[in-house]
Each structure stands twice: as structure tokens, then as C-alpha cells.
């Protein structure tokens, strides 16, 4: 098994196929500039004379531009007619044959005569580091040669209002700290103590006092709009159903204030983790009033497993559009009926589950005449609602019908919430 001698990234094969081309076509400029240029052939009298490009083929020149080319001398490329834009083409391609010999040392398994049963050694610190700076140099030549290009990892578009210059050097802070931080989960053998996470948090104290440092007050602001962790939160959660930056502000602001009352590290007591709780739940009821119950129903949708999971099985079976909506209304019917017969105060706890389990059986039912019997499995072998009347136990859709004092479950991506059951008076 291949091993590159860096823990990073792994180069794609659309971009290894990309870079091939690129190397090719370096080859056929090469051929290019050394071929003799052929006679020229008179154009027809009534045609203007096409341009004729001379380039200096004598022995002296040519030998010089072989020797560049395996050198990447750029400045005798350039004298040789070499366009700049092609230079650093070929700046790329080196790059990249640097990269990849570095890649291909990690090891094709151990030669053979050796122990071939044996693990392979890991790659040495140095080496990880040489192929790191491998990487970073061909990140830097592609995007001198073809823009804002990134062959490891998706392009920023959280930094897109600042300029391209601007945008690099967050993109260099950002990696220079990411690589302090991988050497100190390294240097940790797997096993992280209390001193790791120490220096984790000042690095993140440094990185985020760099950054600021590298922004002017207005684009700061911007930073703080876009690419905090509150406004990714708020952006993740809300997404196209906002309707204005007045209203997104607003969201963003709730969002920001909680995460700056709550951002505790460590341990947290009893008492602190219910306030959370708490404040978690009015914020969320503040959300819904500033958006509106219709749009925060969308909220929940676009977060809720069980309706990806009917949205993908409509796509693939070819089920009528309006399938998902009508199994969210059963689901919620189911969750209503649940309620009312936890909160029957007659009923014994055994009663209680019967119940909830007779209510299972008739929502399957219901979902196999919906979906069909092959989407209704998969659907009821995956959501939570189903097993839980299936065990007996009442659930709800609507946070807010939670006993008070109740946590309410962070990143609840179900939509789903177990309710405790009522004790029989």
C-alpha cells in the first residue's frame, strides 16, 4: 500500500490527469521554440502578409534554452521569447514533478528479500516536512500561473470581499497555524493531554489575532458577518430563507451573544450545562419569532434526517412529490396522539405502551401504503420516531411541548424529541 510521507492531502486524479496535460503541452512548447521556424509561404496578393515570429535558433541559444528548461531558469526562458504566462507554466509542471517523486518515495511496500510481513516504518519528520513544502510550492505555482486554483482542498469562498492579494495572506496565516497544530496532534502519540489542548487554544488565540491584524476595521466587520463561527452558524441554519441583511443581522447578533456567554472550555458544571439548556431554548424561540413559524418550520425540514431520507427514496423510486410532506403530517399526528396518550394521567404504565406500541403498528401500516413496501422498510428501519413506539415510548416534533427543566438535544438533527413518561396518579 502507497504511503506519501506527509499526512496531508492527497492530490486528486482530475488534477494528476490536469497537471499531465500541462507537462505535455510544456514538452511541445519546448519543441516549439528549438524547431527552426519554417519557410514562409507568400500569402495570395490580395490578402495582407500573416506576422512571421523569428526565433534565434543558432547552437549557443538553443543549448542555453535546453539548459533552462531542465533548470527552470526563468529569466533565460523570458530572453529566449518565452512569454511570462508560459514561464511560470512550466514553473508548475516542476512543481508538480517534485511533488509527485517526493509522493511516489513514500514506499511501493517493503523490496523485495526484506521482511516483507513487517509494518513499514512510519515516514520520518523530515521527510513529512519536505513533502509539505513540496506541497505549499506547487499550491504557490499554480496560482501564479492559473489564479486562485487549489488542487488540496475546496477554494475559499468565505474571503471572497477581499482582494486576491488580501485573500492569500489569510490563506498563509491559516495554513502556517494549521501545520503548528498537526505537529502538536503528532508529537501527542494519539493520546491528548490537558498541556496539548493548552497550546491548541493559544494557537487559536494567535491565529485569530494575526488575522485581525491582517484587517482593516471595515473588513473586519465584514469577517465577522461572514466567517465567524456565529455567522457560519447562523448561515448553516438558515441559509436562503432569510429574507434581508437586516434580518440576517438580527439572527446573527442572538447567535453571537449566546456564543460569546456560553464559549466555556473544559468542564462544566451541572448548574452551568442547565442554564445553557435553558438559554438554548429561548434563543431558538427568538429565532422563530423573528422569522416567522412557516419559515422556521423550513428550518427544521432543511435539518431534519428523517425528511432527507424522504426526499432521497421519492428521487430514486419515483414517488409522488408531495410523499415527504404527507409522511412529515403522519409523523406529526402520530407525535400529537403520542403526546396525549403519555399525558393521560388514567392510564397505567403498562397501558401507556401498549398504546404507543399499537400506535406503531397502524403507522407502519400507513407508511407502506404511502411509500410503498421497499421505501417504507428503509425509511422505518431509520427513523427514530417509528422505534420509539415500537419500545413503548412517547415522542413530539415541537420542542417546546419539552417539560420544563427538560435538556433540550443539541444538534438534534431528527427532528424528533423522546418525551419522559407521566407518572399514573
Not at 108 to 134: C, F, I, K, M, S
Not at 182 to 192: D, K, V, W, Y
Not at 335 to 350: C, E, Y
Request: proline share 6%; glycine share 6%; charged share 25%.
Amino acid at each position: 500500500m502507497n504511503t506519501p510521507p506527509a499526512e496531508g492531502r492527497p492530490i486528486t486524479l482530475s488534477s494528476l490527469l490536469w497537471l499531465g496535460v500541462l507537462a505535455t503541452n510544456a514538452v511541445l512548447l519546448a519543441i516549439l521554440v528549438l524547431r527552426p521556424p519554417a519557410p514562409a509561404i507568400a500569402a495570395p496578393p490580395s490578402a495582407p502578409p500573416l506576422p512571421v515570429i523569428s526565433v534565434n535558433t543558432d547552437a549557443t541559444n538553443v543549448a542555453g534554452v535546453l539548459a533552462a528548461l531542465s533548470t527552470g531558469d526563468s529569466a533565460t526562458l523570458t530572453a529566449a521569447g518565452v512569454s511570462l504566462d508560459v514561464v511560470r507554466q512550466l514553473r508548475a509542471v516542476r512543481a508538480f514533478a517534485r511533488f509527485l517523486a517526493l509522493a511516489r518515495g513514500g514506499g511501493d511496500g517493503n523490496p523485495e528479500g526484506t521482511d516483507y510481513w513487517r509494518n513499514l516504518a512510519p515516514p520520518r519528520h523530515a521527510q513529512r516536512a519536505e513533502y509539505e513544502v513540496a506541497e505549499r510550492e506547487l499550491e504557490a505555482a499554480v496560482t501564479a500561473a492559473f489564479g486562485e486554483l487549489s488542487l488540496f482542498k475546496s477554494p475559499d469562498t468565505r474571503h471572497a470581499f477581499l482582494s486576491a492579494a488580501k485573500r492569500d495572506q489569510i490563506r498563509r496565516i491559516e495554513s502556517d497555524y494549521a501545520e503548528m497544530e498537526q505537529e502538536i496532534s503528532r508529537l501527542s502519540g494519539g493520546i491528548e493531554l490537558e498541556s496539548d489542548r493548552e497550546k491548541k487554544r493559544l494557537l487559536e488565540r494567535g491565529k485569530a489575532r494575526d488575522i485581525d491584524a491582517a484587517l482593516t476595521p471595515a473588513e473586519r466587520v465584514q469577517a465577522e458577518l461572514r466567517v465567524s463561527t456565529s455567522a457560519q452558524s447562523v448561515i448553516h441554519s438558515f441559509g436562503d430563507i432569510i429574507a434581508s441583511e437586516e434580518e440576517f443581522r438580527a439572527l446573527w447578533n442572538l447567535q453571537r451573544e449566546f456564543d460569546e456567554r456560553y464559549r466555556i472550555s473544559g468542564k462544566r458544571t451541572a448548574e452551568e450545562l442547565s442554564a445553557q439548556t435553558r438559554a438554548q431554548r429561548e434563543l431558538e424561540d427568538r429565532f422563530r419569532d423573528i422569522v416567522g413559524n412557516d419559515r422556521w418550520a423550513a428550518v427544521l425540514r432543511g435539518s431534519d434526517d428523517d425528511f432527507r431520507t424522504l426526499r432521497t427514496l421519492s428521487a430514486r423510486l419515483g414517488l409522488p412529490e408531495a410523499t415527504p410532506e404527507q409522511v412529515q403530517a403522519l409523523r406529526a399526528n402520530c407525535g400529537a396522539q403520542a403526546v396525549a396518550i403519555n399525558q393521560d394521567p388514567f392510564l397505567s404504565p403498562h397501558q401507556r405502551s401498549a398504546q404507543l406500541v399499537d400506535l406503531a403498528v397502524r403507522a407502519k401500516a400507513e407508511l407502506h401504503l404511502k411509500l410503498g413496501s421497499e421505501a417504507a422498510t428503509a425509511y422505518i428501519h431509520q427513523s427514530q420516531w417509528v422505534s420509539l413506539l415500537q419500545s413503548g415510548n412517547a415522542f413530539t416534533t415541537d420542542a417546546r411541548q419539552l417539560p420544563a427543566g427538560t435538556a433540550r438535544p443539541t444538534g438534534n438533527s431528527s427532528g424528533v424529541y423522546q418525551l419522559p413518561a407521566k407518572t399514573p396518579k
